[in-house]
């Protein structure tokens, strides 16, 4: 998936080391599906740790999906990506030690596409991590726990990609984890398409729009 490449890569580097002077530094990238937010958090992240390895870490928030069991028990797996199919609260705890913990390893967990479900203890936010790139979809989301989410961050971004590339991008994404085209297209449309629209009206809270087009 396509992301900031070059001279525009190098300009956010400059722009997060030049922020990141003092203490542990959280940076947040939100974004719809297929933004290619995950693409720019990584890239970001790979930059800066050739500069100084360890010094940055890539945080996503898709660690916090409810096991599929426990959305099978709630009767929302069929919607799985949705605001409520996360432990948003249990995000927000982390976000706390990820900033007060400095003195140990925090670990957390991550989430694995080719099992759908998430691993517990993957990623370790080591005491060297001076920057922590957090991703995921609905960190300016306005409701209740998400909205707390902001206030623990030291700044945030957002990737805006134009809807007919994120769609084509969801639609490969689906079919390459096991969906026929139809399905993945329906996917696409109806649940991440939805999911989209509540995530979309947050651009307006971020400190700075990136694009996730090269």
């Known amino acids: 998936m396509p992301h900031a490449t070059g001279a525009a890569l190098d300009a956010l580097v400059a722009r997060v080391s030049s922020a990141a002077m003092g203490s542990r530094f959280l940076l947040g990238i939100a974004g719809s599906p297929g933004s290619g937010k995950t693409s720019l958090a990584t890239a970001l992240v790979d930059r800066l740790n050739a500069r100084a390895e360890g010094s940055a870490v890539h945080l996503p928030m898709d660690g916090f999906h409810l096991a599929n069991s426990t959305l099978d028990r709630l009767g929302i797996r069929g919607r799985k990506g949705a605001i409520d199919t996360f432990d948003g609260w249990g995000f927000v705890a982390l976000l706390d030690r990820v900033r007060g913990e400095t003195d140990h390893t925090v ?108």
């Open 107 to 214: 670990y957390a967990p991550s989430f694995r596409r080719t099992v759908d479900e998430g691993v517990a203890g993957e990623i370790a936010i080591e005491p060297s991590a001076r920057v922590v790139v957090v991703e995921g979809n609905y960190l300016l989301a306005e409701q209740d726990p998400w909205i707390r989410v902001a206030d623990r961050l030291d700044v945030a971004w957002f990737c805006a990609t134009p809807v007919e590339e994120r769609e084509r991008r969801l639609i490969e994404r689906h079919t390459r984890h096991g969906r026929s085209v139809e399905a993945a297209t329906a996917f696409a449309r109806d649940v991440d398409g939805a999911n989209a629209r509540l995530i979309e009206p947050t651009a307006r809270r971020a400190e700075l729009v990136v694009s996730g087009v090269t």
